[in-house]
C-alpha cells in the first residue's frame, strides 16, 4: 500500500471513474459563458453562468444529462483535454495534464469543499445565471483565468 494520493501516482488515464469526478473543484468557471474571437481564436469569460447551473452546490443542475441538455457544454474526457485550450488555468483537470499538480485550496487536498471559495475560486459570489435576454458582450469580464 502507499500513501501517495491517487491524483500523484496515476495518470489522467489510469483513474477510476470516481477519481476522475473528484477531481472536480466546483469552481463552476467552466460553466460560465464564453465569447471567442472569429479572427484571433482568443476567448472571453463572462460573469454570467450556464442556465443549467446551480448556484447552491455549485455545480451542475443535470450532470447526467448536460451533453444533451447544453449541447455547447464541454464534457472533459482524457482524450479531449488538448482541445478544450480554454479552460480555466486553475481547473484540476488541465493542471494535471499539464503536470502541474494540484493547489493547496483544491478539496482533495484541503479536505474541505469550502476551500474553493475561501482561495477566491468559486465564481459563486461572482456572477448570476444568463437568461434569454442576456447580452453577453456587456457581460465580458477579467477573471484573471
Ligand atoms: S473548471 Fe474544472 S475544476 Fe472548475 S468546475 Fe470546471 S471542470 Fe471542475
Ligand atoms: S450544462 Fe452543466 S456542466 Fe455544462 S456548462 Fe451548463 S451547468 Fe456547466
Known amino acids: 500500500m502507499t500513501d501517495t494520493p491517487f491524483w500523484q501516482r496515476k495518470r489522467l488515464d489510469e483513474m477510476s471513474p470516481s477519481e ?9 468557471k467552466c460553466c460560465l459563458h464564453k465569447l471567442e474571437d472569429a479572427e484571433t481564436g482568443e476567448v472571453y469569460y463572462c460573469d454570467v453562468l450556464c442556465h443549467l447551473f446551480e448556484m447552491q452546490t455549485c455545480s451542475c443542475g443535470d450532470y447526467p444529462n448536460r451533453a444533451t441538455r447544453v449541447p455547447a457544454c464541454a464534457v472533459l474526457t482524457v482524450d479531449n483535454i488538448p482541445q478544450f485550450g480554454w479552460m480555466p488555468k486553475t481547473c484540476a483537470y488541465r493542471r494535471l495534464s499539464e503536470g502541474r499538480g494540484l ?4 478539496p482533495l487536498v484541503s479536505g474541505d469543499p469550502a476551500s474553493v471559495a475561501r482561495a477566491g475560486h468559486s465564481v459563486r459570489s461572482r456572477a448570476s445565471l444568463a437568461d434569454n435576454d442576456t447580452d453577453l458582450e456587456q457581460h465580458v469580464t477579467d477573471w484573471d483565468l
Not at 103 to 106: M, S
Open 20 to 28: 476522475w469526478e473528484s477531481l472536480c473543484d466546483h469552481c463552476g
Open 103 to 106: 493547489p493547496d485550496w483544491h
